[in-house]
């Protein structure tokens, strides 16, 4: 951000008088412009014991494999958000979706909140920023070619959840980055 929103004059990056952390703030009227962290909505959608994963269609990592899941538009709720993007990637329909878990990433300053729910039914197919979707098994999960480190937590907790039949809410915190 290099220009203010309210009043057109430049940002610079300080910390605000009463504040204790650097903000972008305009030198003419002083506006505090919040960088906050940015939501990212997503499903894990099952059919019995496998899980729908998308083959990625768009960068970042083109090709690779992923849950549906994007980042929450304004006026939605989460879980708004998950099921719109398990339409939009995957052409699929969750019932009675359940909070599965919640994934810190600050080093790129994004929350990952994903439900989880069975498949409506086995009607399922490519969205515009999908390849290809597929259902899988554990041991058939394509585990070296997974898109983001958020989708790898989110499905070993997801299926060490389900060998032990435990409801707690899982999460996590992705320290590192993509080589």
């Known amino acids: 951000m290099n220009f203010c ?4 004059n430049t940002i610079t990056i300080r910390i605000p008088e009463g504040d204790n952390r650097e903000r972008h703030v ?4 002083d ?12 499903c894990i959608p099952i059919s019995g014991k496998r899980i729908l994963l998308c083959k990625r269609a768009i ?3 083109l090709g690779y494999w992923t849950l ?3 980042f929450l538009e304004n006026g939605e709720t989460v879980i708004q958000g998950a099921l719109r993007e398990c339409h939009e990637e995957a052409r699929a329909q969750l019932e ?4 599965f878990g919640m994934y810190d990433i600050p080093h790129i300053n994004q929350v990952y909140i994903f439900y989880q729910g069975q498949l409506v039914d086995d009607s399922y197919a490519p969205g515009e920023e999908s390849l290809k979707v597929e259902l899988f098994h554990e041991h058939e999960v394509p585990w070296n070619e997974l898109a983001f480190p958020v989708i790898t937590q989110a499905l070993e907790h997801f299926f060490s959840v389900q060998a032990t039949d435990d409801p707690a809410i899982c999460t996590g915190t992705i320290n590192r980055r993509l080589r």
């Open 59 to 61: 960068a970042p990592r």
């Open 26 to 29: 305009c030198d003419q009227c």
């Open 68 to 70: 549906p899941a994007g």
């Open 5 to 8: 929103s309210h009043c057109g």
């Open 96 to 99: 009675t979706p359940t909070l």
């Open 31 to 42: 506006s505090v412009h919040y960088q906050n962290p940015r939501i990212i909505a997503g």
